[in-house]
């Protein structure tokens, strides 16, 4: 059945790779000033006019995460504040909430968490999208999306070798979650476990080898793999 959807955050870099997805769905991208997630008048106003039957939030702040540290109001604002805010209006309207999370809210140290798995989010970042799942898990028509992605082709000049993680790229989860959206719960999204440079030089064949290690300024998990038997019950995942 085709669905109106409306999608926030659709100038970023998962968001444009939706607008390419072509897809039986009519899908609206509303800029910020159309849909402002911390102002919810304007929120309910562009649902009365477009009437959608799900919302896919994927607007907030990410990048840089270093960020998230030094400034933990715009985060606040932003990940959990706003996210909230839909929430309550997606409740008001009964629309179907897709919010993208993270893996970063599992610990990160021994790998292949799944989605019953004990929390413990690794940095600033991973806290504020813990904080948006609270209240998407308080409305029952809502799907969280524990998402490990990123572009395509490796766009980093070096990769660490002693990193593991579960990439996917964009548009791979682009063409899949389209799949999802009649789901509820919360479901782990990504690929093959693996560490960082072996990905990477899949596609990016000049990507360097480098190791991660206590002393860095600026850290990842050793090991953020989820496990994805939940999707592949699904949809089947290629590696």
Not at 169 to 177: G, P, Q, S
Request: proline share 3%; aromatic share 12%; charged share 25%.
């Amino acid at each position: 059945m085709k669905k109106n959807i409306v999608v926030t955050g659709g100038t970023g870099r998962f968001g444009n790779h939706l607008k390419s997805i072509s897809t039986k769905h009519k899908l609206f991208f509303p800029t910020k000033n159309q849909f402002n997630i911390l102002n919810f008048n304007s929120m309910l106003k562009y649902f009365n006019k477009t009437k959608p039957d799900i919302v896919i939030h994927l607007a907030g702040f990410s990048r840089p995460m270093e960020l998230h540290e030094k400034d933990i109001n715009k985060s606040i604002n932003l990940n959990i504040i706003g996210t909230a805010n839909v929430t309550m209006a997606c409740s008001q309207k009964n629309i179907k909430l897709i919010y993208f999370s993270t893996n970063y809210v599992y610990p990160g140290i021994n790998g292949n968490y799944n989605e019953d798995d004990p929390l413990k989010p690794f940095n600033n970042y991973a806290w504020s999208k813990l904080g948006g799942e609270c209240s998407v898990k308080l409305y029952k028509n809502s799907l969280i999306l524990r998402v490990c992605m990123t572009e395509k082709p490796f766009i980093h000049k070096k990769a660490f070798a002693n990193v593991k993680t579960s990439f996917m790229y964009h548009d791979e989860v682009a063409k899949i979650l389209f799949k999802l959206l009649n789901k509820q719960g919360i479901i782990n999204i990504g690929g093959k476990a693996q560490y960082i440079y072996n990905f990477a030089k899949k596609e990016n064949k000049k990507v360097k080898k480098i190791y991660q290690n206590k002393n860095m300024k600026i850290k990842v998990p050793f090991d953020s793999t989820i496990n994805i038997k939940k999707l592949q019950k699904i949809v089947k995942v290629k590696f």
